[in-house]
């Protein structure tokens, strides 16, 4: 992959520079808050070489890269200036609506926490660690060098508030560095034997209550949050000859005071009452909820939304200690989403998809599991049960002996000491490993998938000519498999791709195929499928039909910018559709009085697993009866 030419094709996509607010990553995802979701071109990022998907959730434009994002991410960011200071979208209303709402708050989340997680991965590691040089004996925990260690270990996590305040003073566009002052008045070591002494202290008749804020999460986000309000206010208070200091000194003269009596008390208790609560459904519903969340981890993944979790992990790593849910969860799914790509690895003909199956099996053992999601599963789908099989029967043991984790890592091979505690707590983090890794192959095996290599491989190994499969099968399906014919969609006048006004089509970045001018507003089925997307905005259908071909039928050139206007979708995903029945009507005139070229590109994305695709390029008027394109 080039990396900077990666980076500046999804530049172009989402957008530009002026449709970004800001951007940062995860470990396999590129981030982006755009200003106007709609402007990118989520088909022709999908289409990207070495891009695995693209998705809107959270609030957040989340592009999957897989482990080289950093690289991308790296380029991306020498070709982007972002003004943290300006508001960049000031007019913008608000979705009240559950779902905006929702959205907003785990782009709120993850904004904060993902900046972090670096700092705090390598700090669960370190713990995780030496809880294994202990219980192996290598480390006494009397030891001078483990307490030494077990500092260094513990700091990101003792001074969390701090670096949480530096995050969300770039969330909340605020000073940042006011914001750690604020995390360190609450973490002072001599404001912690203040208010442990025997006599009680309070600021102006409100008592400060005895509270420890060392690795707390919500207390700094709450106050950080009220300093950002606060700031606005002593910046327009303060003259200007003395606004460098009059200006930070009233928001820590506010600030400081409300953090110790009123917000930081209150982070503290909604903190522990979402630990209190964790437990509180787990005592209730007991191994379910582990079984529940393994079993649909994937979706919460596909759409990033499992960064809303860290506020409850972190809650519960303070209070009692340990974790029991999600991380007994994530380790079922993560190993299942692994193996189960290791075992198409092992079974599967086509090398292609071999190729793709074993970095992103070992990588989701690991821990990492966006690889074999999105390059492996997702495409099969099959196999995608299989995994929610084998973590189903993983947390169904996990759930049962109540699997403790004790460091807020990320759950893989690497990371099992994670699980190291009390009596057996490591043994069952092992067996519940293992559950995952035995049931979840032997599923993908009784299950099966659609291996492209493994029809080619069969006629090899039994040394039967294409002659003589044609004699042992219906004329008409042979016929089709070895010569498919795509039937325009659209009335109208084909043009070749290349004569499309637009680079990512003409150029064929997306796949091949053909373009056509219409002379109706309609399009119908071009075959009998399957819907496989149907864009927001109303302008681009994805098929997929019985025979394998993905098509991507897109109503104009920039149309997106429209937002659906014009444009009414008649089916939904996941519809069956026969040839020439009805998918979309849109009104050509309004489109083109709006500025847009109507001209439709046909595109069978899945290009790469044909020998051919030949277009039809006669001039003549063509309907749905006509072959568009034949694939070889």
């Not at 030891?143 to 530096?166: E, K, S, T």
Request: proline share 5%; aromatic share 8%; charged share 15%.
């Amino acid at each position: 992959m080039n990396y900077k030419e990666t980076a500046k094709d999804i530049l172009d996509k989402v957008g530009g520079q002026e449709n970004i607010n800001d951007f940062l990553h995860c470990s396999t995802r590129l981030r982006m808050n755009l200003k106007d979701p709609s402007q990118a071109k989520t088909e022709e990022i999908k289409a990207m070489d070495g891009v695995m998907g693209a998705v809107y959730s959270g609030g957040q434009y989340q592009i999957i890269i897989g482990n080289d994002v950093s690289y991308v991410y790296n380029e991306l960011k020498q070709m982007v200036t972002i003004n943290t200071e300006a508001d960049s979208q000031p007019n913008k209303k608000r979705d009240l609506s559950f779902k905006g709402l929702f959205e907003s708050f785990a782009g709120l989340i993850t904004g904060i926490f993902q900046p972090i997680i670096p700092a705090i991965a390598a700090a669960g590691m370190f713990k995780a660690l030496l809880l294994l040089c202990t219980s192996l004996g290598i480390l006494s925990k009397e030891n001078q060098i483990y307490a030494l260690l077990l500092n260094i270990a513990d700091a990101a996590f003792y001074f969390l508030p701090v670096l949480l305040a530096y995050s969300s003073a770039q969330k909340f566009k605020t000073n940042p560095y006011i914001a750690a002052t604020l995390a360190g008045v609450l973490l002072h070591p001599k404001m912690i034997a203040l208010l442990g002494g025997e006599v009680p202290v309070d600021i102006a008749g409100i008592p400060v209550p005895n509270i420890s804020y060392a690795s707390s999460v919500l207390p700094i986000i709450l106050t950080v949050w009220l300093m950002s309000y606060v700031e606005k206010f002593a910046d327009k208070v303060s003259p200007g000859p003395v606004k460098i200091f009059l200006k930070p000194l009233i928001v820590i003269l506010v600030m400081a005071p409300l953090a110790l009596t009123v917000l930081g008390p209150i982070g503290n208790y909604l903190g522990v009452g979402l630990s209190d609560g964790l437990f509180w459904i787990q005592g209730k519903i007991g191994w379910l909820t582990v079984v529940i969340l393994a079993v649909f981890l994937p979706f919460i993944v596909m759409f990033g939304m499992h960064k809303v979790f860290y506020p409850v992990i972190f809650a519960a790593m303070v209070s009692p200690g340990y974790e029991t849910l999600i991380h007994s969860a994530m380790l079922s799914s993560n190993m299942a989403q692994g193996a189960g790509a290791l075992a198409v690895w092992f079974l599967a003909k086509d090398k292609k998809l071999k190729q793709v199956a074993l970095p992103a099996g070992i990588s989701g053992l690991f821990g990492i599991t966006e690889p074999a999601l999105y390059g492996v599963h997702l495409r099969l789908k099959r196999t995608l049960v299989a995994c929610m099989i084998g973590a189903g029967s993983a947390g169904l043991f996990a759930g049962i002996v109540n699997l403790k984790a004790y460091a807020a890592v990320g759950p893989g091979l690497a990371s099992l000491p994670m699980f190291i505690g009390a009596e057996n707590n490591f043994t069952y983090a092992l067996i519940t490993a293992a559950i995952s890794i035995i049931v979840t192959p032997i599923a993908v095996y009784f299950i099966g998938f659609n291996d492209p290599g493994a029809e080619s491989h069969a006629q090899a190994s039994s040394g039967k000519s294409v002659q003589e499969e044609t004699t042992s099968v219906a004329p008409k399906k042979e016929k089709l498999q070895s010569r498919l014919v795509v039937f325009s969609p659209i009335e109208g006048e084909a043009i070749p791709l290349k004569a499309v006004n637009d680079e990512a089509f003409s150029q064929e970045a997306m796949g091949k195929g053909m373009a056509i001018k219409p002379a109706k507003g309609q399009v119908v089925a071009p075959f009998d499928g399957t819907v496989q997307t149907v864009f927001r905005t109303k302008h681009s259908i994805g098929l997929k039909s019985v025979e394998g071909v993905e098509l991507l039928i897109h109503v104009g050139i920039d149309t997106v910018k429209l937002k659906g206007q014009h444009f009414n979708v008649v089916v939904q995903e996941g519809d069956l559709v026969k040839h020439g029945q009805l998918l979309m009507e849109f009104d050509m005139e309004a489109i083109e009085k709006a500025g847009f070229d109507t001209t439709t590109p046909i595109i069978v994305t899945n290009s790469g697993d044909y020998l051919e695709i030949l277009g039809h390029e006669q001039s003549e008027k063509i309907g749905p009866e006509t072959p568009l394109i034949t694939i070889l």
